[in-house]
């Protein structure tokens, strides 16, 4: 069974760039079995989809986010990242990388302040 | 983008009783690409139901789903402790996926 562990800076400044690792193990991230998510959910609210890639490296983004969006692919270290750009507060959230939505991270906080 | 719409928001019950949830679209989800998943209080989404009616790995039978178009119901047929968190159903028929409100089960 695939298993996904995020890592990446807790706290982040305003206006900076959020980035984090999502780390893969059980099986390949070029596997064309899974696609590769990240999710995100702010304390005590729902879960809102950030966006995908798969083995080819073809992404699909939230609309609401896409301007400020990049997930990539390292498949020498079986990772895939996420990067947003110019964060504010609102995006102090606990992020989850998920493989098809199926199999879950355990989430990562990060929080946006100065 | 199809929001989701999840009742009610609470909903209090006893062990033993049933529940009924329900997720509505605001159109229709694309081959039934509906899936429901349980989060208790620190932990992570766990997926229940996908394709609107069939249950995950280790997943208990008292759970199932149902519902076609834009209507869906998560059915517990008899509450057992563990079963009290947050459920939120989840479309994967369209872009951007989306995920409902959340419907919390509480003890009553």
């Known amino acids: 069974q695939v298993q996904l562990q995020e890592s990446g800076p807790g706290l982040v400044k305003p206006s900076q760039t959020l980035s984090l690792t999502c780390t893969v193990s059980g099986d390949s991230i070029s596997s064309r079995t899974y696609y590769w998510g990240w999710i995100r959910q702010p304390a005590g609210k729902g879960l809102e989809w950030i966006g995908r890639?798969?083995?080819?490296?073809?992404?699909d983004y939230n609309p609401s986010l896409k301007s400020r969006v990049t997930i990539s692919l390292d498949t020498s270290k079986n990772q895939y990242s996420l990067n947003l750009r110019s964060v504010n507060a609102a995006d102090t959230a606990v992020y989850y990388c998920a493989a098809n939505l199926r199999y879950w991270g355990q989430g990562t906080l990060v929080t946006v302040s100065s | 983008e199809i929001v989701l719409t999840q009742s009610p928001g609470t909903l209090s019950l006893s062990p033993g009783e049933r529940a009924t949830l329900s997720c509505r679209a605001s159109q229709s989800v694309s081959s039934s690409y509906l899936a429901w998943y349980q989060q208790k209080p620190g932990q992570v989404p766990r997926l229940l139901i996908y394709?609107?009616?069939s249950r995950a790995t280790g997943i208990p039978d008292r759970f199932s789903g149902s519902g076609s178009g834009i209507d869906f119901t998560l059915t517990i047929s008899r509450l057992e402790p563990e079963d009290f968190a947050v459920y939120y159903c989840?479309?994967?028929?369209?872009?951007?996926?989306?995920f409902g409100q959340g419907t919390k089960v509480e003890i009553k």
């Open positions: 890639i798969y083995p080819s490296g073809s992404t």
């Open positions: 394709d609107a009616s």
């Open positions: 989840h479309q994967y028929g369209s872009l951007p996926r989306t």
